[in-house]
């Protein structure tokens, strides 16, 4: 049996037709369902509905063979047990630096709202400056409006919500799309039934405009 973790919400909602065209049909549709391990139209292959950030950690301990989930929580996450094969092109969006339009003199340690402390951690480091990084877990937007922040490091699709807040982009960080990924003992211990499924969903993602490796 091969186990493949998936993202809960948007991604899920754009993987789950990539994974039908590729014949892997889920028996319950996860936006429905209460279930979070569903059968396939495979009988080896079922899949494992998770939080986004906890789907590298499944996968890097084997919990999981395969998993589907966001290059911003890969960049997080940093693991080292994974194989990242696949661009499947859905779900895109940006990693970005926004502060307020009207933004006073930059500060040499700038304080940054974010949930990606260490990919915020290194991209400030990767500029020979270093930040205040406070964590949150959501409502970015609003932490400089209120004086929490100078600027934030989030997701960005629109823009329309950045906008409505007073905020506008000052650099882009990563594109951001979701990604498969695999655990590097499965590759080697089940490398044919491991590729042959990769190889299933690449095609499909290719179908949909997808499938960089």
């Known amino acids: 049996m091969l186990t493949v973790a998936l993202s809960k919400g948007r991604i899920c909602a754009a993987a789950t037709p990539l994974l039908a065209r590729a014949g892997i049909e889920l028996d319950d549709d996860p936006a429905d369902s209460r279930r979070l391990c569903i059968a396939t139209s495979l009988p080896d292959v079922r899949i494992l509905v998770l939080r986004a950030q906890d789907v590298p950690t499944f996968v890097e301990h084997g919990a999981a063979d395969l998993g589907i989930t966001g290059k911003d929580v890969l960049l997080e996450h940093q693991g080292v047990g994974l194989y990242e094969p696949l661009d499947l092109g859905i779900a895109r969006c940006r990693l970005v630096l926004a502060e307020p339009a009207q933004a006073g003199p930059a500060r040499s340690r700038p304080r940054v709202a974010t949930k990606y402390v260490e990919t915020t951690r290194?991209?400030?480091?990767?500029?020979?400056?270093?930040?205040?990084?406070?964590?949150?877990?959501?409502s970015m937007e609003i932490a400089p409006a209120v004086g929490l922040a100078d600027c934030i490091v989030d997701l960005v699709d629109t823009g329309v919500t950045l906008a409505a807040n007073?905020?506008?982009?000052?650099?882009?960080?990563?594109?951001?799309?979701?990604?498969?990924?695999?655990?590097k003992a499965a590759m080697k211990l089940s490398h044919g039934r491991v590729s042959a499924l990769v190889?299933?969903?690449?095609?499909?993602?290719?179908?949909?405009?997808?499938?960089c490796r």
Do not use: D, P, W
């Open 122 to 138: 290194r991209f400030f480091a990767g500029k020979g400056m270093q930040a205040e990084i406070i964590h949150l877990y959501g």
């Open 166 to 183: 007073g905020l506008t982009v000052c650099e882009e960080i990563a594109a951001i799309s979701a990604r498969l990924v695999v655990n």
């Open 199 to 211: 190889e299933r969903i690449a095609r499909a993602a290719a179908e949909n405009g997808g499938g």
